[in-house]
């Protein structure tokens, strides 16, 4: 969808997936419902057992010219894919069920609006503050940082469906896959920091440590369909700058994740095969996810 007028801002679908986040998602829409327009909400609940199905419902019947909910399983790149399918806009911004985004989160985003870019705002952790103080283990591509999160990360919708859009088959880092693709093909990630979202950490540390190693899993992933990436990371720098015990723990509970993807699929048809397989671009045919 095009703007009506010169003068007006591009229109922008925001996308979110979500699953059992019955506790935060109000707190979400009405954070994302302040935006400046024009704007969508397309939210994908992965048939979460708690309220999140019907909380998303009540807003989307409170606000139909904005929000519109769809219901499709699997994990977060196959839901984020189903929301691009359905979303309207020029540009596609996503964010997750556990953040809040700052009230000029989408005007701070237009701003850095450019045909052959990727935008990644200015991610705040919010939690105990152990975690807050931990950084993201960061991947070098080109000398370009990939690890922007999807939690505040934006893409030209024409882009997104070029490259594919997620690889549904990622457990986590397929926000890195696709960074990781989108600098491959020849874009630039520009950070705005102005931008900002917050993000909750996970509020235990056994939570905290399994979320690192899902982080880890995730990584062996991407290995095995983009080859050897150990040289790319930024483990000394992390390791020089956060020599705690809790920065340790992660890096071992990562580690396991790592290996155990290793072992669990290395001989089996889960494997990821490597990035010469073409990964189709999402298609509108077949079965329709669930609307409210």
Same mark, same amino acid.
């Given at each position: 969808m095009q703007a009506d007028r010169k003068d007006e801002p591009p229109f922008v679908s925001i996308a979110l997936t979500v699953r059992n986040e019955e506790r935060h998602l109000a707190a979400l829409l009405d954070s994302l419902l302040v935006q400046t327009p024009p704007f969508e909400i397309v939210v994908v609940d992965a048939f979460s057992d #708690?309220?999140?199905? *019907?909380? %998303?419902?009540? =807003?989307?019947?409170r606000y139909p010219s904005l929000i519109r909910a769809f219901q499709q399983r699997g994990h977060r790149g196959k839901g984020r894919n189903v929301a691009v399918e359905a979303s309207r806009g020029e540009w596609v911004a996503f964010i997750d069920g556990d953040c809040k985004a700052d009230p000029n989160w989408l005007t701070e985003l237009r701003k850095g609006f450019a045909?052959?870019?990727?935008?990644?705002? +200015?991610t705040v952790v919010e939690g105990p503050r152990? =975690? !807050?103080q931990l950084e993201r283990v960061e991947l070098l591509q080109s000398g370009v940082d990939v690890t922007y999160p999807s939690c505040n990360?934006?893409?030209? +919708? *024409?882009? =997104?469906?070029?490259l594919g859009g997620f690889d549904g088959r990622f457990i986590t880092a397929e926000d890195i896959d696709l960074n990781l693709r989108a600098v491959r093909s020849g874009a630039s990630i520009r950070y705005l920091p102005g931008a900002v979202v917050l993000h909750?950490?996970? #509020?235990?540390?056994?939570?905290?440590?399994? !979320?690192? =190693?899902w982080n880890g899993y995730g +990584?062996? !992933? &991407?290995? *095995?369909?983009?080859? !050897? &990436?150990? %040289?790319?990371y930024q483990y000394r720098r992390m390791l020089r700058t956060q020599a705690t015990p809790l920065a340790y723990a992660r890096l071992a509970a990562a580690l396991v994740g790592y290996f155990t993807r290793l072992v669990t699929v290395s001989q089996t048809p889960g494997r990821i095969p490597p990035e010469n397989v073409e990964i189709p671009a999402p298609s509108r045919g077949g079965k329709k996810p669930r609307r409210a």
């Open positions: #708690d309220r999140t199905w *019907e909380i %998303a419902q009540e =807003f989307a019947l045909p052959a870019c990727v935008l990644a705002g +200015r152990a =975690f !807050q990360l934006a893409y030209r +919708r *024409e882009m =997104f469906l070029r909750r950490t996970r #509020d235990t540390v056994p939570r905290f440590l399994l !979320q690192a =190693f +990584r062996k !992933q &991407l290995t *095995e369909k983009h080859g !050897q &990436l150990w %040289a790319n």
